[in-house]
């Protein structure tokens, strides 16, 4: 089972990946997660990540796509995966086509997580993350049980860099300029599926299992 999740920030990508491997078995492959655990360890690959990453740009595409793609290779993904924030150009959607194709393999659905731009702002504003294990929460609609914990693993929650006000439009605009038209590349591939991401995160999930027909 090989999926891709599509949506703009803030739509819930994160939150709803972390249950759609838990339910499958498959490997949460997260871009974002692992460029975070880059920059936060301080190699000098996290280095020339931030610099991307914090101005709200995107990573170039060959840097991702060996990232990324390299990580694919690894043994836990032999069965499946879920791919979250990769690929967000339509040259990494066809490096990653062009890899599978040379392997026989291919992918089962791209799930877009749909929602109106105006609700990404306070989407964003709201978000905070776990340091330790990159779990997401929100200020109002996905609150921690104790404030600034991670139900999962205890660590300690934080605003990232990058869901700053400032920040936030500048990857709107990327969004929708780059990563946007992927939406038309997998539906014209025949493996989209839509689903409506304004609710709750437990409405969403709802809908996103029925998607996914697990
Ligand atoms: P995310 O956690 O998915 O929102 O990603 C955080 C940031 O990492 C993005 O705003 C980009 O700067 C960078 N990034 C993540 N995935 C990609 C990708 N597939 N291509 C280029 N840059 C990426």
Same mark, same amino acid.
């Given at each position: 089972?090989?999926?891709?999740? &599509? ?8 939150t709803?990946?972390k ?6 078995? +498959?490997p949460?492959i @997260? @871009? =974002? ?11 000098e ?27 694919? @290779? ?7 995966? &879920? ?9 990494q959607?066809? @490096? ?14 791209? &799930?877009n ?14 978000r905070?993350?776990?340091r ?7 200020? *109002? %609609? ?6 600034? *914990? ?6 300690e ?10 920040? +936030? ?9 780059? %990563? ?14 839509? +689903?409506?991401?304004? =609710? %709750?995160?437990?409405? *969403? ?10």
């Open positions: 089972m090989r999926i891709v999740l &599509l949506g703009p920030p803030g739509a819930g990508k994160g709803q990946a249950d759609v491997s838990e339910k499958l078995s +498959v949460h @997260s @871009s =974002g997660d692992i460029f975070r655990g880059e920059m936060n360890a301080g190699t690959l996290g280095k020339k990540l931030k610099e991307f990453v914090n101005a709200g740009q995107l990573v170039p595409d060959d840097l991702t796509t060996e990232i990324v793609v390299g990580r694919l @290779s690894r043994d836990d993904c032999a069965s499946g995966y &879920l791919l979250d924030g990769f690929p967000r150009t339509l040259a959607a066809e @490096s990653l086509d062009r890899e599978l194709g040379a392997k026989g393999q291919k992918l089962r659905v791209a &799930l997580l749909d929602i109106a731009a105006e609700k990404i702002a306070d989407r964003m504003a709201g905070r993350m776990c330790q294990c990159g779990a997401s929460y929100h200020l *109002v %609609t996905l609150r921690p049980k104790a404030e600034g *914990v991670c139900d999962r693993c205890g660590g929650l934080y605003q990232r860099d990058d869901d700053k006000p400032e920040t +936030v439009k500048q990857r709107l605009d990327v969004y929708f300029r780059s %990563t946007a038209p992927l939406v038309q590349y997998y539906q014209a591939k025949g493996i989209l599926k839509q +689903v409506n991401a304004d =609710g %709750t995160p437990e409405e *969403v999930r709802q809908r996103v299992f029925a998607a996914l027909n697990v």
